[in-house]
C-alpha cells in the first residue's frame, strides 16, 4: 500500500511537470506569435487572386481576407500585419511600391514572385488558344527566362528585402503543379501540354529555391500540399479556364489557399 502511494504521488508529479511545462511552451509559444511584426508581399498568389471576398480599397490587386497571409494573421493576432501583395506584380512592382511596411523591427515576411516575371499568363494564354508545338516553344522560351533573367531578377528583391528588414524571418512560397495527369479532364489542353506546363512550374520553383537559399530565406513549396487537388483531380484547388472571369483562371480557390497555402505557411512560419 505504502509502495502504491508512493508511486502515484511520484507520478502525479510527473504529470504535473509535464502539464506546466506544455502550458508554459503553449503560453510561449502564443506569446511569440503575438509579438511578430508581419508584412506580406507578392503576386496573385499571395494576393489571394481567384478566392474571391476581394478588398474594394486594394483595387486591383485583388486582396483578400481569404488569402493565407490574412488567414494566418486572424489565427495568430500578431502585434502588426501590413498586407501589400498584389495581383499581377512582378518583382520589379515589389520593389518599387511594396516594401514600404518593412523595417529592423520587422519579425517575418511571406513573398511569393516570379510567375509574372517568366510570363506565366502569357504561357497559359498561347497553350490555351494556340496549338501544341506553339504551346510547347512558349513554355520553352518561359524556361530560358528563368535561367537567364530570373535570378538577377529574384536576387535585386530579396536583397531589398534583406536591407529593408534585416532581422526578419523571410519564406519564399512556391507555385503548384497545374494539372493532375492521366486525370478526368476530357476536353481542353492535350496531355503533353500539361506535363510541359507541370515541368515548368517545377523549373520555376527550383530556380527561386536556389535563391532563396542563397539569400538565407526559407522556401516554402507548395506543390505537395496540392497533390490530389489540381486541374482535372476531380477536387481541384486551383481555377481552370474561366472565360467569364479570366484573370482567375489557374489561381487557387479559396480551398486552395486555406488547405494549400496556409499549412505550408504556417509551418515555415
Known amino acids: ?37 508581419y508584412v506580406a508581399l507578392g503576386d496573385s498568389y499571395s494576393s489571394g487572386l481567384g478566392s474571391g471576398s476581394y478588398d474594394s480599397a486594394s483595387g486591383d490587386c485583388k486582396r483578400t481576407p481569404r488569402a493565407y497571409p490574412a488567414l494566418w494573421a486572424a489565427a495568430n493576432s500578431p502585434a502588426s500585419f501590413a498586407f501589400t501583395a498584389c495581383s499581377g506584380a512582378r518583382t520589379g512592382d515589389v520593389t518599387a511600391g511594396q516594401l514600404g511596411p518593412l523595417s529592423s523591427a520587422t519579425d517575418l515576411v511571406s513573398i511569393s514572385i516570379g510567375g509574372n516575371d517568366a510570363g506565366f499568363a502569357d504561357v497559359m494564354t498561347t497553350c490555351v488558344l494556340q496549338s501544341e508545338a506553339t504551346c510547347l516553344n512558349r513554355v520553352a522560351q518561359a524556361r530560358g527566362f528563368v535561367d537567364s533573367t530570373l535570378p538577377g531578377n529574384l536576387d535585386t528583391v530579396y536583397t531589398a528585402i534583406r536591407s529593408k528588414a534585416p532581422s526578419a524571418r523571410v519564406v519564399v512560397l512556391g507555385y503548384p503543379r497545374f494539372y493532375q495527369l492521366g486525370g478526368n479532364c476530357v476536353v481542353g489542353l492535350s496531355e503533353n501540354e500539361r506535363a510541359a506546363i507541370n515541368g515548368a512550374a517545377d523549373y520555376l520553383n527550383a530556380a527561386t529555391a536556389k535563391r532563396a537559399a542563397d539569400h538565407g530565406f526559407t522556401f516554402a513549396d507548395v506543390a505537395g500540399a496540392f497533390t490530389g487537388h489540381e486541374i482535372c483531380s476531380g477536387s481541384a484547388w486551383l481555377h481552370s479556364v474561366n472565360w467569364l472571369n479570366i484573370g482567375e483562371s489557374y489561381h487557387p480557390t479559396s480551398g486552395g489557399q486555406s488547405g494549400g497555402y496556409l499549412p505550408v505557411f504556417t509551418r515555415a512560419a
Do not use: E
Request: charge should be positive.
Open 1 to 37: 500500500m505504502k509502495l502504491s502511494r508512493i508511486t502515484a504521488f511520484s507520478s502525479a508529479l510527473f504529470l504535473g511537470a509535464v502539464l506546466a511545462l506544455t502550458g508554459a511552451a503553449s503560453a510561449q509559444a502564443a506569446q511569440s506569435a503575438a509579438a511578430v511584426d
